[in-house]
């Protein structure tokens, strides 16, 4: 959508363009809101149409610094900002909010105290779904109560997990002004497949509204088909600063790898040696680690226990399915060659 379609008489409105911003403005522009905002102790626009409201705004809105965006203000928390940014001399919320709305966002400062915690922290444990990562997070704040922890499956996940965060993913990495360690996690990919399938269906098992049988596993393994390229291509993000882990060979003998230059670096380990990292995980995090016990999904209890077992014992893929799964990068890099015959010889159909 064009900012012409949205005020069509908008090059005659603002022929010399003299807010450079305007058009960003713009585009956080909301009209109910502005119309029905308490802009001067009333809301004394509320007689516009929409319309009206949008041309109001470009004539003299932005002239008079009047708030525009509900989305903006919902992440401004004004005290907070007068005291994270005292170089300003704000005074009052309302000028917070005015100098939030029409520069500090242009500016990259942070609008809340979420916000600044999660931009500036070190730590990012930012791993695929069940693979382990839930321990290290809690070891890391057992470790460090006062620091923030970044914990997300995908920049969607963080967006998700951190509503109050006005910066997207890539951008909190981006901005981060200091050192940067990402932990990430990998598994065998088809045991992690069942473990996400009894994740995403743990209440309705636990309920006795899905059960395992015949019936469920064409079914099952449709869904878990679809999940495949989210295990194998988990990677392809490069944790959105150029991280690849595949630039360096993988230490199978160890369990992790560590790749990355000293200012952004990631630790990659193998789900099923976390328990013996707890060292190595410490020296890289330069933290006194003490991994807790895992949320391991075998452990599960009743009725989920007896599915998980009853999906292991029985559930197998494709051969050709199996094949083409283990020759993709993924398995390559972080398995052995007799690791990958034996995930072949164990779920093959």
């Not at 965006?69 to 907070?80: D, G, K, T, V």
């Not at 050192?179 to 209440?203: C, I, K, N, T, W």
């Not at 988990?234 to 560590?258: E, K, N």
Request: glycine fraction near 6%; charge should be neutral.
């Amino acid at each position: 959508m064009s900012l012409e379609s949205i005020v069509p008489n908008l090059r005659r409105l603002a022929p010399d363009w003299k807010n450079p911003h305007l058009t960003t403005y713009l585009r956080y522009f909301d009209s109910e809101f502005y119309r029905t905002h308490d802009h001067t102790g009333r809301a004394d626009l509320d007689h516009l149409t929409r319309s009206e409201a949008v041309t109001h705004f470009v004539v003299q809105g932005w002239r008079e610094q009047r708030a525009y965006s509900r989305f903006l203000l919902a992440f401004c928390e004004p005290a907070f900002y007068r005291e994270a940014h005292p170089e300003l001399r704000l005074q009052t919320d309302g000028a917070a909010i005015k100098h939030w709305m029409y520069q500090g966002f242009l500016e990259g400062r942070d609008p809340n105290h979420t916000t600044m915690r999660l931009r500036k922290t070190p730590y990012h444990v930012f791993n695929m779904a069940k693979c382990g990562s839930r321990s290290v997070v809690e070891a890391i704040t057992r470790a460090h109560p006062e620091a923030a922890v970044v914990h997300a499956h995908s920049s969607v996940d963080f967006a998700l997990t951190y509503p109050d965060c006005f910066w997207s993913y890539p951008e909190v990495v981006a901005r981060n002004p200091g050192r940067l360690r990402f932990v990430a996690g990998v598994r065998d990919p088809f045991s992690r497949l069942l473990a996400g399938y009894l994740q995403e269906h743990e209440a309705a098992i636990a309920a006795g509204t899905l059960t395992f049988g015949p019936d469920l596993i064409p079914t099952m393994l449709d869904s878990l088909f679809a999940a495949l390229p989210y295990v194998v291509t988990w990677f392809d993000h490069r944790f959105h600063c150029g991280l690849d882990v595949y630039a360096s060979p993988f230490d199978t003998a160890r369990g992790y790898s560590i790749s990355g230059s000293r200012g952004r670096q990631v630790l990659v380990y193998r789900m099923d040696r976390l328990s013996q990292l707890e060292e190595p995980l410490g020296e890289f995090l330069e933290l006194p680690l003490q991994l807790g016990h895992q949320n391991v999904t075998s452990e599960k209890s009743g009725a989920v226990a007896d599915f998980w077992a009853e999906a292991r014992r029985t559930v197998r893929f494709p051969a050709d399915l199996v094949a083409e799964t283990l020759a993709t990068r993924f398995v390559r890099h972080f398995f052995t060659p007799t690791e990958i015959e034996t995930l072949r010889d164990r779920w093959s159909a």
